[in-house]
């Protein structure tokens, strides 16, 4: 199938397209990093190049994603992301592509009723950052109808042979850690440890990129409307340092920090959907699997 991939030059978009050329896909990839360099704010350059690729589906992973930032500027996220968003729904449509699939947020569950998550849940977003997902998903699904997937990562994590995650600034908990390990950094924070959970530190359902992107692949041809993606386990943050100690053999020095504005206690996917509806189920879903493909990869 032809597929483009907006934001393909970033951590999950990347991956992703290496797994969709593998499996025989042909892909374009759209993103300002990448060259030729396209700019998706660009309506112009958007439609030109879905002119030229005329993909038959979408997948749309470009966008800011730090919630922590886009509460300090929302209009970085209600502005760019949607924009950036819209100009891509627009390209498509003009070039008659049905599929459109979209990352998305478990930020969107601002407040969770009930842990895990399903998808019935209300949709809070608990960022800026979450509600440009909310409003995009909202108008896939007018103008793609059933050709409309929104993905709802949980905490993408891990990497793989060739593809990690190393943003600048980085503010993901797993990168941070193991940059401590390498002696890049002197200690970790950890953001509270004061919440209602277990050992007091927010507890997060850590999802491999590798199984986030099988995700991408299967949602090409089957599925309609919202599926979350998580493993269905919860691990906090205190969990993840000793994780991470036990995998690099460092002390991995930790320190209490207060609370982050924007974090909730618990996020743990209920991802029965997906596993049902597109037969998708995590192939490395223990924490210490990931943890040590990042550290392969950041060693590397
Ligand atoms: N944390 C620390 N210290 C740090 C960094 C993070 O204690 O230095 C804690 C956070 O408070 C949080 C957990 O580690 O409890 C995970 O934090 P991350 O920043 O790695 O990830 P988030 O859960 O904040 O956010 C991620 C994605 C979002 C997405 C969200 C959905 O970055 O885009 O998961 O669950 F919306």
């Given at each position: 199938m032809r597929v483009l991939v907006t934001g393909g030059a970033g951590y999950i978009g990347s991956v992703t397209a290496d797994v969709l050329r593998r499996a025989g896909h042909e892909v374009t990839v759209v993103d300002r990093r990448a060259s030729p360099a396209v700019d998706l704010l660009d309506a112009g350059a958007t439609r030109e190049v879905f002119a030229r690729a005329r993909p038959e589906a979408v997948l749309h992973f470009a966008a800011h994603s730090q919630v922590g930032e886009s509460m300090r500027d929302p209009q970085k996220y209600l502005g760019e992301n949607v924009t950036v968003g819209r100009n891509t729904m627009r390209a498509a449509l003009e070039v008659g592509t049905r599929r459109f699939v979209l990352s998305s947020t478990a930020n969107l569950y601002g407040a969770p009723a009930r842990v895990p998550i399903d998808e019935t849940e209300a949709i809070r977003p608990g960022s800026p950052y979450g509600e440009s997902k909310a409003i995009l998903e909202r108008e896939i699904a007018a103008a793609f109808g059933a050709g409309a997937v929104a993905l709802r990562y949980f905490n993408a994590a891990g990497a793989t042979e060739g593809r990690g995650e190393d943003h600048d600034p980085e503010t993901h908990l797993i990168p941070l850690v193991l940059r401590v390990a390498q002696g890049r950094l002197p200690q970790v924070s950890i953001f509270g440890r004061d919440w209602d959970t277990p050992d007091g530190t927010c507890v997060r359902d850590y999802i491999h990129v590798s199984d986030l992107a099988d995700a991408h692949v299967l949602a090409l041809d089957a599925g309609t409307g919202a599926y979350n993606l998580g493993t269905g386990?919860?691990?906090?943050?205190?969990?993840?340092?000793?994780?991470?100690?036990?995998?690099?053999?460092?002390?991995?020095?930790?320190?209490?920090?207060?609370?982050?504005?924007?974090?909730?206690?618990?996020?743990?996917?209920?991802?029965?959907?997906?596993?049902?509806?597109?037969?998708?189920?995590?192939?490395?879903?223990?924490?210490?699997?990931?943890?040590?493909?990042?550290?392969?990869?950041?060693?590397?």
């Open positions: 386990r919860g691990f906090s943050v205190k969990e993840v340092v000793e994780a991470a100690r036990r995998i690099t053999g460092h002390a991995i020095p930790a320190v209490d920090a207060p609370r982050r504005p924007g974090d909730l206690a618990t996020l743990v996917a209920d991802a029965s959907k997906i596993r049902r509806e597109l037969g998708w189920s995590p192939k490395i879903p223990r924490l210490d699997d990931i943890v040590a493909s990042a550290w392969r990869w950041m060693s590397r």
